[in-house]
Nanobody, 126 residues
């Protein structure tokens, strides 16, 4: 499975961006998909995830109400719609996938994801 992330760029505070992550290879709706980000000098952190089998979406507290993760299984693509952007959202954003439904306690840990995209830079200027 290969993941290709795109959609990053430079945006002003309060603006919006939509990230896309196209999957190729053997994928299906059973996959858990997620977005992580890594700012310079910091560890990679969880942003959002979606599991198969339930309609719930999971977010880190700092993006709740501003970011939305979604998936289009027919297109093998996941999205991260980001609104009301803040300077602290500046980071390289990575999409990730795991071939099964991860348990809740594992969703936020990068090590449980088997596949990663190459990252796309998001810069929010004040």
């Amino acid at each position: 499975v290969q993941l290709q992330a795109s959609g990053g760029g430079l945006e002003q505070v309060g603006g919006s961006l939509r990230l896309s992550c196209a999957a190729s290879g053997r994928t299906d709706s059973s996959y858990t998909v997620g977005w992580f980000r890594q700012a310079p000098g910091k560890e990679r952190e969880f942003v959002a995830a979606a599991r198969s089998g339930d309609g719930n979406r999971y977010y880190t507290d700092s993006v709740k109400g501003r970011f939305t993760i979604s998936r289009d299984n027919a297109k093998n693509t996941i999205y991260l719609q980001m609104t009301s952007l803040k300077p602290e959202d500046t980071a390289v954003y990575y999409c990730a996938a795991h071939p099964r439904r991860l348990i809740l306690s594992s969703l936020r840990t990068p090590g449980y994801y088997d596949y990663w995209g190459q990252g796309t830079q998001v810069t929010v200027s004040s």
